[in-house]
């Protein structure tokens, strides 16, 4: 039928010139409602800082969880050892968002440092160990120890300058693999955590996708408040239906891990908590020095500090903020260096570094205000002080969080694959580099992690368990694997010709790699109360 479609109409106008141009590139999201510098009115701000508290919970909850029962203590050590890791996270928050970056980045417990703690505690030396609470405070100190040495690491990097050097080779096209696995790669830690309690983990994500998606899809509004505050919304009545199920019996029967993942008095942490103190330093006595274990820690220090880089490059996206300039990113290593020290000094018993959940929570609300991460500091340091209330938040069953962390890693991932928009997807060398280091970041880490699982330890293996460490633990972090190998190769199949250049997104970001040659820099990452004058950032 010559002319006429299936529903007898002509055929479609042709499209405007405008339609058939790329979208535009853009170094600052403009969708974001408050960037670094435009904090939203103090009640929204005191609500969105609880928000960000209550995502943080989630990593500070589970790791105390997994590790206080193999180093010999019980509920009062796990309530104190979140207590610590929670007044400690607050104090880096803080520490970060003035002196650091400056990004509403917060800093938080870690999974990259837990393989290593977990050797620290199967030490030999322990085993004889008869009492728990000798044994439990004797490990504490071992952690504390390997801590504190390793935290030299990123404090001397930071501070000197020499990742600075580092990072002003790297390009988008590098950056893309190590941000975009520094979310995908946590993909464990999402449905596989949630199904635990799947009658609870699914309600939660099927509630945040309706808060946050459909009902500001369907109301198209100018108020922003279920997107928002999808979080608060979802998790509480998550939580209250989770307590029904709880008191009316629905677990009496059921095996005991289901229990622990799906009850919300199983935790132990209520009555384990103390109704106020203080964290202080060397609290467990003082650390003990083991140098094996300090070499091994360092490793996964070096470890963190890359997977960091690549999630402040996207808090600095989030949150409508420039690209942040070496020396700015250096400087915030330094400062987490310095966290992970006081996290050694007060015995946290875990390193510290971005939390990638977080950042994923800044897309959510598109809120990336520096005041709003600083409030939730605060709820940290307060509800770590106060034990018993603080307990009660702690005690949200795990599936709920995973629930959270399927959204939040994925908008971290998404992120780092935006930045492709600086590359050209057209060159087979940039769909060689990213295509390589991000199938090697998943194929590498998942040989490791299921030799470990099969055979008890990992390839390497040998009499020195620090030194398995230092070679297993780096392999099987899948944003490591595939920011240094897209890094190398950037770097070595790179030339100085224009064209290339162009290709790998460099001119984009050559205007950022100094402090001083964006204006835009000295609002989002100078320093307080005129530091810049004594501290200047090059």
């Keep these: 039928m010559a002319g006429g479609g299936e529903g007898g109409g002509g055929p479609a106008p042709p499209p405007k010139q405008d339609e058939l141009q790329p979208h535009p590139v853009k170094d600052q999201l403009a969708s974001v409602s408050y960037c670094v510098t435009s904090p939203p009115p103090w009640p929204e701000a005191i609500l969105l800082g609880f928000q960000h508290y209550l995502v943080m919970l989630g990593t500070t909850v589970l790791i105390p969880t997994s590790l206080v029962p193999q180093m010999g203590g019980g509920n009062e050590e796990k309530a104190k050892m979140i207590q610590t890791l929670l007044f400690v996270s607050g104090l880096n928050t803080l520490l970060q968002s003035f002196f650091g970056t400056r990004l509403p980045a917060v800093i938080g417990a870690s999974y990259s440092y837990v393989p290593t703690t977990l050797s620290i505690i199967l030490a030999v030396r322990y085993n004889d160990i008869l009492d728990p609470q000798e044994k439990f405070e004797r490990i504490m100190r071992g952690i504390q120890g390997a801590l504190i040495v390793a935290s030299l690491l990123q404090i001397v990097v930071g501070f000197s300058g020499l990742w600075r050097n580092v990072v002003r080779i790297l390009s988008p096209l590098s950056a893309v693999p190590l941000i975009a696995l520094a979310g995908f790669g946590l993909y464990e830690l999402g449905f596989p955590l949630l199904a635990k309690c799947i009658e609870i983990g699914l309600p939660e994500i099927i509630l945040l996708l309706i808060f946050s998606q459909y009902i500001p899809h369907l109301m198209r509004g100018e108020r922003h408040v279920f997107h928002r505050f999808a979080v608060i919304f979802s998790v509480i009545i998550v939580w209250i239906y989770a307590y029904f199920l709880t008191i009316g019996g629905a677990y009496k029967h059921a095996e005991t891990n289901t229990q622990t993942s799906c009850r919300t008095d199983r935790s132990g942490i209520i009555s384990g908590a103390p109704w106020i103190r203080v ?260």
């Design 279 to 538: 964290p202080y330093p060397f609290q467990w006595g003082p650390p003990t020095f083991h140098a094996g274990e300090a070499f091994a820690m360092m490793a996964i220090s070096f470890v963190s500090l890359v997977e960091s880089t690549g999630t402040y490059i996207i808090v600095s996206r989030f949150a409508s903020a420039t690209p942040p300039p070496p020396s700015v990113l250096s400087r915030g290593i330094g400062w987490q260096g310095v966290g992970v020290l006081l996290c050694g000094l007060f015995g946290a018993g875990n390193g510290a570094s971005v939390s990638v959940e977080n950042a994923g929570l800044l897309a959510l609300t598109r809120v990336g205000s520096r005041r709003v991460v600083q409030i939730s500091a605060g709820f940290m340091i307060f509800f770590s002080v106060l034990g018993k209330f603080g307990a009660v938040f702690a005690s949200i069953p795990a599936p709920i969080f995973a629930a959270l962390y399927c959204l939040f890693f994925a908008y971290v991932g998404a992120g780092g694959l935006s930045l492709l928009q600086f590359c050209n997807l057209n060159s087979f060398r940039t769909k060689f580099i990213l295509g390589f280091s991000v199938f090697m970041g998943l194929s590498i880490p998942q040989y490791f992690n299921e030799y470990t699982a099969i055979n008890k330890y990992g390839p390497v293996h040998t009499k020195a368990r620090w030194f398995n460490d230092m070679i297993n633990v780096p392999f099987s972090s899948e944003a490591f694997v595939a920011g240094v190998l897209a890094f190398f190769l950037d770097v070595t199949l790179s030339s100085k010709d224009s064209a290339t250049r162009k290709d790998r997104g460099v001119f984009w970001w050559d205007r950022f790699m100094s402090f001083k040659s964006d204006t835009r820099s000295e609002e989002f990452y100078s320093l307080p109360f005129n530091l810049n004058k004594y501290f200047p950032s090059l």
